[in-house]
């Protein structure tokens, strides 16, 4: 062996000793085991999320790519149908990302200028926008800091404050896959005349436990008039990008089909326009002078259409989802429960580890129905921590900066002090790495290098 060979060698085995002594050290500090050896990751990146891309899901993909269609064709239904099923929502229309799903839902609600609709601080800005879009004012109410979720005495304060009746809605969110209480909501909702969108964009396969003991599904359309959900790579459906709506109103959903697609229907049973405008013909004694082939027409009660036609019946947008992209997310589907077995799995690892932690302020812990698309702790020097992770590739993530404070919405008057539980959670939280395909080995150094940051 080279002398230079040997030297190289040497010094790993130095490095490893010191490091193997270091973790013996925690060991004996924490008096519990502790998986922090990094050996084979210790060049790879941790991030905070990741999608999980199989041969299968690419077989699906170029399956749907090798089809007669890229977009509109019939693999959309085939995953609406599915995605209905697996949640137990009557309707499900699929969109081109979860904000699109939002503003839709918004539209189709009939949102305006002068409507209010309240929502959580701590979310994702798109859960607010929606609102604003349509011109309506968004109204925040703080969060419950146990649930980390929209707090519903807060919300039944500012609804009791408005004498004039401007709120019209209530967008809850599943904040980090924990299902909030629908069932409280709809009662408050009904006193109020209101409607509700749920955000359930980190909470597939989630739910929450109602008054009689059955579980409520995210997205079931039990309680909400509408809900959203995301395939952002990071959450537990993929499809590059992507949304979903689901529904029990069938009034919602014709509505939300047509604002898809530029607000055009080739529902002749809706149809405005008469049949002579839409064949091109003239009109003599009540009959059209002119027809098309049987083959071109379409029947609709005792009038006839033409194939070709269509209506653009009010004003809508292209938010419309690829076939391949449905192709993808049919097939991630079918792992969906595995991966939220494994997410429930990880969350119980980091509640055990991080139990009794006088550094540990608040954690997202082990919740019945969470979906776990994220895992939060609250700690002191929360900056700390976080410039220390990723000095060790470990890509943590801050969720959320409080929406209020966001400098478009300060522009409406929003300002620090007005949702203090929101503000002192902001100060303390961090997301750890939270994946179906995070490994024993790579949770094990995430745990090992929180507790020697605070050691």
């Known amino acids: 062996m080279l002398k230079k060979d040997q030297e190289m060698k040497n010094d790993t085995q130095n490095k490893n000793s010191i490091m193997n002594s270091q973790n013996e050290n925690n060991r004996k500090n924490d008096n519990e085991p502790v998986t922090g050896a990094r050996s084979t990751v210790d060049t790879k990146i941790i991030p905070y999320g990741r999608q999980n891309i199989t041969d299968e899901d690419i077989s699906a993909v170029v399956e749907a790519l090798k089809s007669d269609y890229l977009t509109q064709g019939p693999r959309i239904k085939q995953f609406e149908d599915e995605f209905a099923n697996y949640v137990g929502s009557k309707y499900a229309v699929a969109v081109s990302n979860g904000t699109a799903a939002l503003h839709l839902n918004a539209l189709a609600l009939g949102v305006k200028l002068g409507d209010k609709v309240i929502t959580s601080p701590i979310t ?94 995210c997205g079931n359309g039990n309680f909400a008039d509408l809900s959203i959900f995301s395939f952002h790579p990071v959450k537990h459906i993929a499809c590059g990008e992507g949304g979903m709506i689901t529904t029990n109103n069938e009034a919602l959903y014709e509505k939300l089909l047509m604002l898809r697609t530029h607000g055009i229907t080739k529902n002749t049973e809706t149809y405005k326009n008469s049949i002579e405008f839409a064949v091109g013909a003239t009109v003599n004694s009540g009959k059209v002078d002119v027809m098309s082939s049987e083959e071109d027409v379409m029947s609709s009660g005792d009038e006839t259409y033409p194939a070709w036609y269509m209506e653009m019946q009010t004003l809508g947008y292209n938010y419309r989802l690829t076939d391949f992209q449905a192709a993808l997310g049919s097939s991630q589907l079918l792992r969906a429960d595995e991966g939220l077995q494994r997410r429930r799995i990880i969350a119980q690892n980091y509640n055990t580890a991080f139990q009794n932690k006088s550094y540990i302020k608040g954690q997202s812990g082990v919740v019945e129905g969470h979906a776990y698309h994220l895992y939060v702790i609250e700690v002191e020097n929360r900056l700390g921590l976080y410039n220390y992770l990723r000095e060790h590739k470990i890509f943590a993530q801050i969720h959320y900066i409080p929406c209020h404070l966001m400098p478009y919405y300060r522009e409406f008057g929003w300002k620090e002090g007005d949702m203090p539980n929101a503000e002192a959670y902001y100060e303390k939280c961090i997301s750890l790495p939270m994946f179906p395909t995070l490994t024993e080995e790579e949770q094990g150094f995430v745990i090992s290098s929180v507790k020697e940051f605070y050691a």
């Open 124 to 217: 994702f800005a798109a859960s607010a926008n929606c609102v604003r879009y349509c011109g309506g004012e968004v109204v925040f109410a703080d969060i419950d800091p146990e649930t980390y979720l929209l707090d519903i005495n807060n919300v039944r304060a500012l609804l009791e404050k408005d004498i004039n009746k401007e709120i019209k809605g209530i967008i809850p969110v599943d904040f980090a896959g924990r299902a909030i209480d629908l069932e409280a909501f709809r009662e408050l909702a009904n006193e109020y005349d209101l409607w509700i969108i749920q955000d359930s964009c980190h909470s597939p396969g989630g739910f929450f436990i109602d008054r009689n003991g059955d579980q409520q599904h």
